[in-house]
């Protein structure tokens, strides 16, 4: 028993309590007790042997008896007992060594079967999630067929349920996806559309947040006034103050203010000016967005260009007035139709009496050329006559060979007897310009007219008029414009000296020829 390492001492006793044997430290009161003195062990059956004490120690000791019995067959009978005597630190030394072994086993244990663990989460369960993130990280949205996950196991188990949902997830999204797209092409080609209506019928839109005080234009509204998106900030403060033209923003004004007391639909037509300074004329249709207290929150509208159709009407005025001038003059073609035909009456005695009067005067006479220049200028009137009958009746004039320097000469001798001496007459024809085919009386005509323009153009001041006649060659498709092709043609030149034209004058001059010619085209 001494053997035993916890063991420090032991004492056996017969039933009688007498001490048989002791050896080693044992406690002085028996039980626990913290003092123990040291005895010699002695044999066992000899009387002679005594108890040496030894010195006492101061030790924490405890004492356990156990009863010593004799068995044979059935017979047991008792013999004493034995008290073993430990030592409680050793005791407590050995049970906090097996406590220390026993949780270094535990934790020893533990962390095996956490590798165990993490062995089978890293194949069963890390690598199918770590798969599933990376193909939630790297979804695309144009290529959603590629990011299914194909299951590694056909078991029934928690991540496999996951994977499916997550295909199926993916094949839900995909349809969405494509819906959408499908949606999007849709809405961008009205989109296109409505921008390409918008430009081939010249409309754009707008609108205007009250509350914020932001302002949204279509793209061809922009394009319309000349500007491009990036360019306006405030684009309500700017179509207002800058875009409307100034001589209609009051009225503008007011009639917004009217819409905004009356809240009611607005339709109106406005000038702009557009960034090139071009000013355009624009038809717009306003209206109002209420909120739930009946107060306005946004207003939008379009505007249509209706520059182009403005012209058109003014023109179709304009050639509404020319056809009612058209119908006067017809009217008055008509009558001069009728009076031509009475003049013409009177002429016939006066050219037969000239005539008469001609062959009775000598030839060297003053009166036989007084009456040779009365019977021209009643050939003239007869002629003039004739152009009357002409445009009435709506026919075409009588073209034939003529010398222009015969007219001219005429011409100038009838100018040189009604203009003033103020104002000089110089000719210059030439007598080989060639025949030319044209109605003599409108040859006339032109050269009478022109010269009667410079005589009212140098009443005040005078001047010189010069009318010359040259031969001219026309090489190249210069004059092509003009209907005039290569080949020999008569110039006639009327020309002013000593005058100076102002702007003004110019200016007069061209509108009374832009007149002169709409008259010319609407009289045919």
Not at 324 to 344: P, W
């Amino acid at each position: 028993i001494m053997n035993i390492p916890e063991v420090v001492g032991v004492k056996i006793q017969d039933t009688a309590g007498q001490d048989l044997a002791v050896s080693g430290i044992i406690s002085q009161g028996g039980g626990f007790g913290n003092v123990g003195r040291h005895v010699n062990l002695f044999s066992l059956g000899k009387e002679e042997a005594t108890i040496h004490e030894a010195e006492h120690y101061t030790l924490d000791v405890f004492s356990h008896q156990f009863p010593l019995t004799y068995s044979l067959g059935t017979k047991k009978e008792q013999l004493g007992n034995v008290t073993i005597y430990s030592n409680t630190s050793v005791i407590l030394r050995r049970v906090k060594l097996g406590f220390i072994m026993l949780i270094l086993n535990a934790i020893i244990k533990t962390a095996a079967l956490w590798i165990i663990f993490l062995w089978f989460s890293n194949i069963l369960l890390r690598k199918p999630l770590a798969s599933l993130t990376s193909s939630v990280q790297k979804i695309n949205i144009d290529n959603l067929d590629s990011f299914k996950i194909n299951s590694s196991t056909n078991d029934q188990n928690e991540l496999t349920i996951l994977e499916k949902s997550f295909n199926l997830m993916i094949e839900d999204l995909n349809k969405s996806v494509i819906k959408q797209k499908s949606a999007e092409s849709d809405l961008l080609k009205t989109r296109q559309l409505l921008n390409e209506a918008q430009v081939l019928g010249k409309v754009s839109g707008w609108e205007f947040d009250v509350e914020s005080g932001k302002s949204y234009w279509t793209p061809n509204q922009y394009a319309l006034l000349g500007y491009e998106p990036g360019e306006i900030d405030d684009k309500h403060q700017f179509f207002v103050e800058q875009v409307v033209h100034p001589d209609d923003r009051e009225r503008l004004s007011n009639e917004f203010q009217g819409m905004f007391k009356e809240k009611i639909k607005l339709s109106t037509e406005f000038r702009v000016l557009c960034k090139d300074g071009q000013e355009r004329v624009m038809h717009g249709v306003v209206e109002t967005d209420l909120d739930s207290d009946g107060n306005v929150k946004r207003i939008y509208g379009s505007n249509l260009d209706i520059t182009e159709r403005k012209a058109a009407e003014k023109e179709q005025i304009t050639l509404q007035e020319q056809l009612r001038q058209g119908q006067k003059l017809e009217a008055l073609g008509t009558l001069a139709g009728g009076i031509a035909h009475d003049f013409n009456n009177i002429l016939h005695p006066l050219i037969g009496y000239a005539e008469l009067l001609q062959q009775d005067l000598p030839e060297n006479s003053p009166l036989h050329e007084d009456a040779t220049e009365v019977l021209q200028a009643a050939f003239r009137a007869k002629e003039l006559v004739k152009q009357i009958l002409t445009f009435s009746r709506k026919s075409e004039h009588e073209l034939k060979p003529v010398r222009l320097q015969s007219i001219l000469n005429e011409a100038v001798k009838l100018l040189g007897s009604s203009i003033p001496s103020t104002i000089e007459i110089k000719t210059d024809i030439d007598s080989k310009c060639g025949m030319v085919v044209a109605d003599p009386t409108q040859i006339h005509q032109i050269i009478m007219n022109l010269a009667t323009n410079a005589y009212h153009a140098m009443q005040e001041k005078g001047g010189k008029l010069t009318i010359s006649l040259e031969q001219e060659q026309i090489e190249s498709d210069l004059f092509q414009l003009s209907g005039l092709v290569p080949g020999s043609y008569a110039l006639l030149k009327v020309s002013i000296q000593g005058l100076e034209l102002s702007l003004q004058f110019w200016r007069k001059y061209l509108i009374h020829t832009s007149l002169q010619k709409k008259l010319v085209k609407v009289l045919g």
